[in-house]
């Protein structure tokens, strides 16, 4: 799948996935505004064009965001060691249909907002938990 940030800058190539997940950790909430919805798609997540545009914030020891320096668009959230990608659905915009599976941090989301979806609800403690047994998870 073949994503696009707002002013069409930087592509990101990544697998095919069906599924998207929230994230509701403070860092999330604060990088975008509300929670993060996005594909976790390990480690093949491919630019294919405007890497020069791309700019890095090292926003943990273990992780990094990026985002265009031309318009702001998030473009991705990466776990540094492991080279985990989770990448925002936003940027495809080609009708994929996705799945909404499950949202971590879930004890960190605030009570003005509620998904009506019927997803795996895991703790931040779950999280960790998941993460150091070597889950795929995204994590603050």
């Known amino acids: 799948m073949d994503g696009k940030c707002l002013c069409g800058a930087i592509t990101v190539s990544t697998p ?3 599924h998207i ?3 509701h950790c403070g860092m999330c909430r604060r ?3 509300g929670p993060a919805l996005g594909l976790s798609c390990g480690s093949e ?3 294919v064009e405007g890497q020069e545009k791309i700019k890095v914030y090292p926003s943990s020891e273990w992780a990094e965001r990026a985002f265009c320096g031309n318009c702001g668009t998030h473009l991705f959230y990466r776990l540094v060691e492991s080279n985990q990608y989770f990448v925002p659905a ?3 915009q080609d009708d994929s249909e996705f799945e909404f599976t499950e949202q971590i941090f ?3 989301k605030p009570s003005y907002y509620e998904f009506a979806n019927q997803t ?3 703790s931040e403690a779950e999280v960790f938990a998941k993460f150091a047994a070597g889950g795929d998870t995204e994590s603050e």
Do not use: E, H, M, R
């Open 21 to 23: 997940d929230a994230c």
């Open 31 to 33: 990088w975008g505004g």
């Open 120 to 122: 795996v609800n895991l």
């Open 16 to 18: 095919d996935k069906t």
């Open 45 to 47: 997540v491919t630019i």
């Open 106 to 108: 879930v004890d960190k």
């Open 90 to 92: 936003g940027l495809f």
